[in-house]
């Protein structure tokens, strides 16, 4: 079966400090692997998607960076982070043709100080 | 940019009532995904419906889709404290690899 890591649980950073969150699937290939972001009591933003190794899709223009070094392996980098980055950040996958379901990791909360 | 909007916003219902969520999205769709989500945790997948179809089950749940109208509901019958979370759709569309969710039903079931 499917598992999806993510880690840390959780993080406390200062403004201005880098960024890596590491995200990866065991038991698929080449899956389909997506960053979102949950602000406080809101809706999950996309952020990146990536079908390959890579192959990186930005959503959204912002202080935020993506890489997939590995096939099953996604990191959310930042060089330098702003308050406005804190948030729930959820890294989820698909299988390789994107006809079925996405499933997500448990998630990374991030709070910018 | 948000695909599909979820109505209510926030729902509260006795223990035992039945649940209705609804979905609705701006353009031509693959899949439509439900998912539940408990306070401060990650996304629980609960029941994927596909364009062709008009209705799926699992346990006490039950979707339709009606792509005419592009909606979709979601119904929880006999609703348990458990229940309380919050209920995000999430569609596709066709010619793209992802799924844009919508901003969520908070439902809350008192006991």
């Known amino acids: 079966s499917q598992t999806i890591h993510q880690w840390p649980a959780t993080l406390v950073q200062p403004v201005g400090s880098p960024l890596s969150l590491e995200c990866t699937v065991e038991?698929?290939?080449?899956?389909?692997l997506y960053w979102y972001r949950q602000a406080a009591g809101r809706g999950l933003q996309l952020l990146f998607y990536?079908?390959?190794?890579?192959?990186i899709s930005s959503e959204v223009p912002q202080n935020l960076s993506a890489s997939r070094p590995q096939d099953r392996q996604f990191i959310l980098s930042s060089k330098k982070l702003l308050l406005s980055d804190s948030g729930f950040y959820l890294c989820?996958?698909?299988?390789?043709?994107?006809?079925?379901?996405?499933?997500f990791g448990p998630g990374t909360r991030l709070t910018v100080t | 940019s948000q695909q599909g909007e979820e109505d209510p916003q926030a729902l509260s219902i006795q223990e035992g009532e039945n649940a209705t969520m609804n979905c609705s999205y701006k353009?031509?769709?693959?899949?439509l995904q439900w998912y539940r989500q408990n306070s401060g945790r990650g996304l629980v997948h609960l029941i994927l419906?596909?364009?062709?179809?008009r209705e799926k089950h699992s346990g006490r749940l039950r979707v339709t889709l009606d792509t005419s109208k592009k909606s979709s509901s979601l119904l929880i019958t006999a609703s348990r404290a458990a229940d309380t979370a919050s209920y995000f759709c999430?569609?596709?569309?066709?010619?793209?690899?992802?799924?844009?969710f919508g901003t969520g039903t908070r439902l809350k079931v008192l006991a």
């Open positions: 989820a996958w698909r299988d390789t043709f994107g006809l079925d379901e996405q499933y």
């Open positions: 038991g698929t290939s080449n899956p389909n």
């Open positions: 990536s079908v390959g190794i890579g192959q």
């Open positions: 353009t031509s769709i693959n899949n």
């Open positions: 419906i596909r364009s062709n179809e």
């Open positions: 999430a569609t596709d569309a066709w010619g793209t690899y992802k799924y844009i």
